[in-house]
């Protein structure tokens, strides 16, 4: 199975820039996609392959990558952003999902 | 507006079985795939299984294979994951989620999730 790494916390401050990484154990092309679950609720995607912002999603968000590493980017982050981010992989069978990483506001 | 409601779950012995369904609306069901995703008590996501919007296509996570059935009501706008000889590692939130049309699995649509608890 392709294994997806993420670091698990960081903490920033509101208004800052944040990168949240995901390294593939394998390539993935372009089938990187990253989800945001406040707690209590469902997850919601908010970047679909790699680099394309899903519908309603703010333009704080953005993606990038390739291959094997990519990035998720909050700029500037809000303190509403407080969430676990996950990135998941379908090029790949099994579909895949990181180990999440907890965003802490300062 | 896209809503997907779960039901079904609850408290149930360990090598018991167990429905779930996800009601669908807002959309076009049978156009769409659609997946399960778990996610065990403080812990990450974990795809269960996929079905294609006719069926034709089903896959599962080697976790549940052989124990889980996903199937699909295009008339009732409903899918189902069958689960039985139940573990305590089964316990966990099971989400559905949609898949995004024309792009292999994004799921743009969850629902709130069933819990699911395996335990004697």
């Known amino acids: 199975d392709t294994v997806l790494t993420q670091s698990p916390a960081l903490a920033v401050s509101p208004g800052e820039r944040v990168s949240i990484s995901c390294r593939a154990s394998?390539?993935?092309?372009?089938?990187m996609h990253w989800y945001q679950q406040k707690p209590g609720q469902q997850p919601k995607l908010l970047i679909y392959k790699a680099s394309n912002l899903a519908s309603g999603v703010p333009a704080r968000f953005s993606g990038s990558g390739s291959g094997t590493d990519f990035t998720l980017t909050i700029d500037p982050v809000e303190a509403d952003d407080t969430a676990t981010y996950f990135c998941q992989q379908s090029w790949n069978d099994p579909r895949t999902f990181g180990g999440g990483t907890k965003l802490e506001l300062k | 507006e896209v809503q997907l409601v779960e039901s079904g779950g609850g408290l149930v012995q360990p090598g018991r079985s167990l429905k779930l369904s996800c009601l669908a609306s807002g959309f076009t069901f049978s156009n769409y795939g659609m997946n399960w995703i778990r996610q065990a008590p403080g812990k990450g996501l974990e795809w269960v299984a996929s079905?294609?919007?006719?069926?034709?296509?089903?896959y599962y996570a080697d976790t549940v294979k052989g124990r889980f059935t996903i199937s699909r009501d295009n008339a009732k706008n409903t899918l189902y994951l069958q689960m039985t000889s139940l573990r305590s590692e089964d316990t966990a939130l099971y989400y559905c989620a949609r898949e995004y049309y024309g792009y292999k699995g994004v799921m743009d649509a969850w629902g709130q999730g069933a819990s699911v608890t395996v335990s004697s």
């Open positions: 079905i294609s919007s006719r069926s034709s296509y089903i």
């Open positions: 394998e390539g993935v092309n372009s089938y």
